[in-house]
């Protein structure tokens, strides 16, 4: 029989080979007349088995979020996000029973406007939604929110772009003498010493990864040539704001 359309979820566990068929989360039949990236569907998942996606629905312009309690296997009916101008959702799981939602609806030119609610008991409940880094400013519309070690994640802005703004995020208890929350945002524009025709050049089209031992980012430069360059996630001043210098490029990948 035909599956009907709408929002489906499927996990593939630890030592399986195959992956199992998809479960239906939410039902709509005007769900295949829907493309990626008007629905902007996010994830997150805990090792306790609670799954929540968000999407957004473009028909009736609102966010959806919808919970699983067993691993996906059954999911609780959708739920509209309660901050109406949401258009972008980010979650991530940064411990057990811990998930953080980040709603985010563009106010133009280069603002982003950042709601987040959280939850303490798997997305079963959330704390009402409030206004976070009131500052945050980056251009492009690519965002991302990274896990980089328990209790600590990274929001980055500004993806595919010549400039990122990064800000990290850390649960409270997560480090002795740490601040618990959002720290303040921290602009990344780099530039590298190109070929001798070229010159300095700065880089575009920037990426970012990170893990609890670096953060590295990955540029392209007015050249053609693509730069790889890291820093030790240690060395990074959060709570200063200020802006972070970065290591000299460790060579260009042609």
Known sequence: ALMPAGVYHTALRAGATEWPAPRVVSASIYARLMTASQVRLAGAADEAGNVNLAWYDPREARMLIARSPDGGQTWQEAR???VPEAAYPLLA???RGEVLALWRA??????????QQSSHDGGSTWDPPQRVLPDLAA???ETALIEVSQGRLLLVAGLGTYALTVSEWTAAGAEPGAGA?????????????????SGVASLEVLRLWANADYL???????DGEVWALRRPYGDVAWQRGEAASWSTPAGALQ
């Open 181 to 197: 929350g959002w720290s303040e945002p921290l602009s990344v524009a780099l530039a590298v010493q190109g070929s001798e025709a």
């Open 216 to 222: 590295a980012v990955v540029g392209q430069g007015q």
């Open 139 to 141: 251009p492009g519309q």
């Open 106 to 115: 563009s106010v133009g030119g280069m603002g982003l406007a950042l709601y």
């Open 80 to 82: 509209a996000v309660p």
């Open 93 to 95: 799981a940064p411990a």
